[in-house]
């Protein structure tokens, strides 16, 4: 008798296995089943990878797989379904990823399905899915896709700036003009005109022999003031024609010469003619043969008075406190005595003065420093027969007398100041000397007395002195001075020369000037004038004497001390003197002399380039030691030579306190302001500051250092904070005296630099 099974059970009542289930385990589990229930089928312990259903029978879809389906596809491509067991994208990667997922998004530089697509080169980061430079092109491109050269006469950055207007065509990237510039102009960005003997395109073309060796024309070479002697043309490229010389050409040879044919630039005849005994060809070599021992004779028997006159000229006076500048009578050559250490008029005794305990202590003194230059009869002679040229009109060959210095024998010429008389003298000298710089130290006026006459023209208002066209071509003021380029043109000779003048305006006119202020200007004279060994310094005062040997000595001891680390202010001076009487007239200049040498040894006056400064005020504020920081030894260096001054400096501001509130810090007497008032028994003192702070130091003292460094800066292009700030602090030791203040005057001017900077750029 048979007997039925239960489902889940076979034949021999066990229950099913190797998944099967139901009646006599007949049925088969779903093979995505990992296993079944043996009744029903249901999977009850879960799918295989990428299946779900309660039989397991459905596929992950939607965009899931793995286990139970719950971890989330990558990107696939059209967002189709991954691989439903482990996820990769069969049919690649969506625009912007990679990878067997798909789910890693590309690297910078790479864009669409599976990152195989490189941005372009052009772009600086292109959009991963599409490919477009959002963030922009590089310089030279624009576009979408950055594929398009900027057009001709655009550059940089999506091609929005133009390129200098006078390239022919510039780099689309930098806008350097790399293609060359319009005739005439060079550089980078073609804004500098041609020079250097240089004109036309790419400035390749040598000018012709414009006068003196002048730049030409930079487009068109032309000579603006005519040819070299020898040549003629717009250009002066031609020569001059058989029988023609000089400038432009316009002169004729000699008859004298053999067919006419002389030396083009002068007129010397290359062969002479031979001459014939017609007295009227004699005539002209008579008059030569008579003419010249006559002018020597001439010459000599002059030049024997003049020495003999001279020989019985008083000698000269010494140092007088009573005399003033404008009182002294130019009597000629004789010689004096300077109040040296020991005499007897109660003055201290000063003596040859070592520089600084840094420079070399030996007493090394050369006589061939001192010696000046004393008039010979040859140099006589060649000045009576300059003046003789002039046809008499020099008649004031006194009014200078010439000066060695250490570089030369005749590197000065001290003169007194022209007046209407001697205006064309004044301009004759300058031209015969070669004379480049002028250094003037008086006023025109000082209180009611005439000084000097003006000798040179307003702007745009050229004016003539005897032989010379003068031009006002600059003119810039300063605090103490005031410098003024000046174009010379010779009408005889058909020449031009550049003469600089430098006018000292600070020197009051009874006593001396500031020390410090008057190094400022002798700095500003010795860094920016163009003076050569060709000609001499030509300085002046009203009589010549007094100011005039008082900046000679100056210059002339700095220049010695700076070679030698000793001076002899006594010896030069007198060495001086035995040209021309009471040369340093007073004693306050004799010891102006000595205070300007002390000041300028203890810390010399030097203007930094702008990139100079810019260095020294990047490491002014970081933390590097002190003896790498130049900001600070400069800093370190003021502090020792700040002025010490005593009660007695403070008087007048220390009988008026009890009227005023609060301040520890007083002016000084010498630089309080006074003020007048018609109120009874009201005093003139006034506590007065041009900027208001609580205590008068603090901050102003930073305030005007900055101004003043800035004024430089603009004026010259250089700057020198050491000096602004000692300036200050002769005036007031309290101004700037702490190392944050000087430093913050290096930052604020550096950040106003760069500000400047930043604009002129941005307005181009």
Sequence with gaps: MLSACYTGQNSQDIECSNNTFGRNCQEKCNRTCITCDIVTGICDSGCHLGWKGDYCENACDGNFYGANCSLQCGNCMNNTQCHNA?????????????????????????????????????????????????????????GDFCETKCQDGYFGENCIRECPDKCYSCNKSSGICDLGCHPGLKGTYCTEECDGGLFGVNCSTPCGHCLNNQQCHHINGTCAKGCDPGF?????????????????????????????????????????????????????????????????????????????????????????????????????????????????????????????????????????????????????????????????????????????????????????????????????????????????????????????????????????????????????????????????????????????????????????????????????????????SQGPTTVHCSAGVGRTGTYIALDALFQMGKGKGIVNVAEFVAKMRQNRVSMVQTYEQYITIFLALNEIFKAPIKADSMAEFSSKANKAGTNIPANQNPARKEFQLLSKIRPNYTKDDYKFAMNSIADKQGGGILPLDKYSLHLSTGIPKRGSYINAITVSVNDGASLCGLFVAVHNVIQQMNMDDRVDVFTAVRQLQIRRPEFCAKFEEYEMIYRTVLDYNQNESESIYCNQ
Excluded at 337 to 358: D, F, Q, V
Excluded at 500 to 507: K, P, V
Aim: glycine content about 8%; some cysteine.
């Design 86 to 142: 482990y996820g990769y994208c069969t049919g690649g990667c969506a625009s912007g990823f990679n990878g067997t997922k798909c789910d890693t998004e590309c690297s910078d530089g790479y864009f669409g399905p599976n990152c195989r697509e490189a941005c372009n080169e052009t772009c600086k980061s292109c959009n991963k899915t599409s490919g477009v430079c959002e963030y922009g092109c590089k310089p030279g491109w624009k």
């Design 232 to 532: 003629m043309g717009d250009n002066c490229t031609e020569e001059c024609t058989k029988g023609r010389f000089g400038h432009d050409c316009l002169k004729n040879c000699s008859s004298l010469c053999v067919n006419r044919t002389c030396e083009k630039k002068d007129g010397s005849c290359k062969q002479i003619a031979t001459q014939t005994s017609d007295s009227n060809n004699t005539s002209p070599f008579v008059g030569v043969g008579v003419g010249l021992p006559f002018l020597l004779i001439a010459s000599v028997l002059v030049f024997i008075v003049v020495k003999r006159h001279r020989k019985s000229s008083p000698h000269a006076q010494p140092l007088n406190n009573n005399r003033r500048d404008d009182e002294m009578k130019l009597t000629g050559q004789g010689n004096s005595k300077i109040n040296t250490p020991g005499s007897s008029n109660g003055r201290p005794a000063i003596e040859t003065t070592p520089l600084s305990e840094g420079m070399n202590g030996m007493i090394v003194e050369d006589p061939e420093y001192f010696n000046v230059t004393k008039t010979t009869p040859d140099i006589a002679i060649d000045k009576l027969e300059a003046a003789i040229a002039e046809k008499g009109k020099n008649e004031n060959e006194g009014f200078r007398k010439e000066y060695a210095g250490p570089n030369r024998k005749k590197e000065y010429i001290a003169a007194q100041g022209p007046k209407p008389n001697t205006l064309g003298d004044f301009w004759r000298m300058i031209w015969q000397e070669r004379v480049t710089t002028i250094v003037m130290v008086t006023n025109l006026k000082e209180g009611e007395k005439l000084k000097c006459n003006k000798y040179w023209p307003d702007k745009d208002k050229p004016a003539t002195y005897g032989p010379v066209l003068v031009t006002l071509l600059e003119e810039k003021e300063y605090a103490f001075y005031t410098t003024r380029q000046l174009s010379v043109y010779n009408k005889e000779l058909k020449n031009t020369r550049v003469v600089t003048q430098y006018h000292y305006t600070a020197w009051p006119d009874h006593g001396v000037p500031e020390p410090l202020g008057l190094l400022s200007f002798h700095s500003h004279v010795m860094n920016t004038s163009a003076n050569n």
